[in-house]
Structure formats: C-alpha cells, structure tokens
C-alpha cells in the first residue's frame, strides 16, 4: 500500500486547485460564467470604455497564405471561427443522443422531440405575427433555440428539486433545438454559393466519411481535414459553423477494443506494476512502460466521438461561449429610452417570440402527446414543473444572439435584437426558476 505521504491530495497545489475544479463540476457554472460575461460586455458598451470595446472587436486578424489568405475582423474570427467548434460539440451531441442517448429509443426520444418542434414552429409564428410588413420578418428563427448552458445551469441551481428526468427532458429538447437552429441557418441564412468552394467542400466530407467507414480513429486525421471543410464552406457562402455540424456526424463512434478485451489487457499490465514502498523510492522502470501502455489501452477502449466530447466540453463551457457572450452581448443603450427599444418590431418580436411562444409551444405540443398516449410523462415529473421547463426553453441567448447576428447587417436593429434576446432570457430564466421553486414535489406514493 502507498505511503500517505504520495497521496496526490498533499501535493501543495492542490489547495489552490481544488476550488477551481469544483467550481468547474458545478453544472451551474458555465451558465453563471455566461452571465457574467453578458453583463460585462452590458457595462463595457455602456460606460467610457465603450469605443475601446467596439474598436477591439473591429481589429482586423489574418491567417492564411495565397488564395487561402483570410482577413476578418475580430467578432468575425469568434462567430465564424471559435463558434463553429461549438456547433462540433453540438453535432457530436447530437450523434451521441441519436446512437445511445435519450433520442436512441423512439418511445424516449418523442416527447422532447414533438415539445421541440412545438418550441419552434410557434415562437417563430409568434415572431412572424409581431413583424409582419416590416422589413424586420426575416428574423423569425431567433427564438427558435434554447441555450442549454443557461437553461441546465437554471436547473442546477434547484438541487433535488429538479428531477434526474426533468434534466434528461430539457437536454434531450435542447439538442434537438440546436439541430433545428442548424438546418435553420443552412437553408434560410446562407449568403451566395460559390459552387466551387461547396464541391469542395463535399469532397473533403466524404474523404472525411471514408476515413470513419475505414475505421481510422486517428484524431489528428479528422482535425486537418475538418480545418480544410471549414475553410471550403468559409469560401462557399454557406456559413462555416455548419461545418462544424457536418464534421462531427464523421467522427467515429466505434471503439477498436470492447470492454471485455479491455479489461483482460489492462488487469495484465496492472498486476506488472510494483508498488512503491516510500516517496524516496525511484519509480521502477518497468512501471511507465505499464503505466504508458494502460494509457494507449485505454484511447484504444474508447470511441473518438467520446474523447472528442469531453476533450472539448470544458473549453467549449468556459471559453468559447463566454468569449461569444463577450462579444456579442454588448448593447449601447446610452441615449435611447429602454421602453423604446423594447417597442421596436424585432424586440416585440423577439420577447413574443421567446418569452411567451416557448411555452406555449413546448407545453402545448407535450400535453398533447401524452394526453394521446403518443409519449409518456417524464417519471417523478408534475405538470407544473414541466411548464416550468417549458418556460425555461425561452431562454434563448447564445444561439438566439448568433442568428440575429445572421439576420440583421444594420446595428442598430441588431441592438434590438440583442435587447430584446437578453430581456426575454432573463424573464424566462427568473419566471421559470420561480415555479420550480415554489412547485410541490410529487409524493412518494404518486
């Protein structure tokens, strides 16, 4: 048995690192860094620092060479460049829920994927009936989406008040809002093709389909032709963060070695290792080389989607999404009356959009389905707390933010937009937590 002494809680650094990986645990943590960051970007574009802000975000980067060379503005680089690795995480979410997750069995995946086409269609509806004649309609997909950070991290907050199946609801209903926000903006906002750029792209895709029908798990393989397919869609007009969706449906999701064989290979190497008898024992030689081979054992036991999930998971939670809110969060309301930003169209739109056609949609279309026994309930789930779910779904942000980004060249209106997403979140995300705070828990006996 080790020695107390090489137990790597004493290790010194661990005291400073502790807190930090609880705090990253936290499901609410990501949300909350979210937040944070919204209201940072809030007091940046409202205070002196407001011109350095814009002016930062306008600096113009370049990378590339040749035909290749790409120069883009900085807001540019984070929506088009650091989100498209977000919609990698989304997509290989989605293959995950799809091949063993809570959308793998039909009778599982119903009720949240009917309450999410009900949290689609009718916000839009909504969106649609507000600004309708003006120039604004084109709008209409910004309330489509949930923001699952924000939403999950709402939940978290609520400890065991919010049921394990409530959880699985909302994330289930969450990625197949994300889905839906894909297919929104590869149809309705793409700019011109250029044919050339796209068969390109498509080539690199299947390259990148033969590479998983061969069985090739290398990362570094799906890593250099994924940068190649986003530069393709980059140059075609279709937006590159598709890209990133299209990428992670060919990321295999096959093992090279299965559990039994896995655990056969590493008992073998574990009963090699001797155990150190003090802390001023050196290492054995022997025991890196098992401890080396247990490591390619193990990438060898697990799928590359897997590894790629959780590899990115951390920097897609706590830098990429709050670098986007940073950027993209920030509205100068100096000099126009908040009462008339939220009476223009798209605002109006927006907050009816997000804020009432959620939940009216997810509610709606869930109660229908298990009324008609087309679903089931969720278990331990009163219907009280999944309207407040329902509500919670209007919690739109990151994605909202990204598409008005897309639907709007005009800042002014953008700014609207932008006001209207942040005002509809906060009172969704505040109604929402409320009811589950206040909701009775079921009893046992129901």
Known sequence: MASPSLLPEDRPVDGILSPINKFIRLEASSGVLLLLMAVLALVLANTTLSTSYFEALDIPLTFGFGSLLIQKPLLLWINDGLMAIFFFLVGLEIKREVLTGELSSPRQALLPIIAAVGGMVIPAGFYVLVTGGTPFVGGWGIPMATDIAFALGILALLGSRAPVSLKIFLTALAIIDDLGAVLVIAIFYTSTIKLGALIIGFGLLAVLALGNRLRIQKTSFYVVFGILL????????????????????????????????????????LTSIRPQTSKDDPDVGNNQEAIHALEVLSKGAETPLTRMEHALHGWVAFFIMPVFALANAGVDLRGVSILDALMHPVALGIIAGLFIGKQVGVAIFSWLAIKLNVAEMPKDVTWRQLYAVAILTGVGFTMSLFIAGLSFDDPEVLDRAKTGILVASFAAGLLGYFLLKTAPLPSKDA
Do not use: Q
Request: no cysteine; net charge positive; glycine share 8%.
């Open 230 to 269: 986003w530069l393709a869609f980059l140059k075609s007009g279709v937006h590159a963060t598709i890209a990133g969706v299209l990428l992670a449906l060919t990321i295999p999701a096959r093992r090279r070695l299965d559990a039994g064989s896995f655990k056969d290979k590493a008992m073998s190497f």
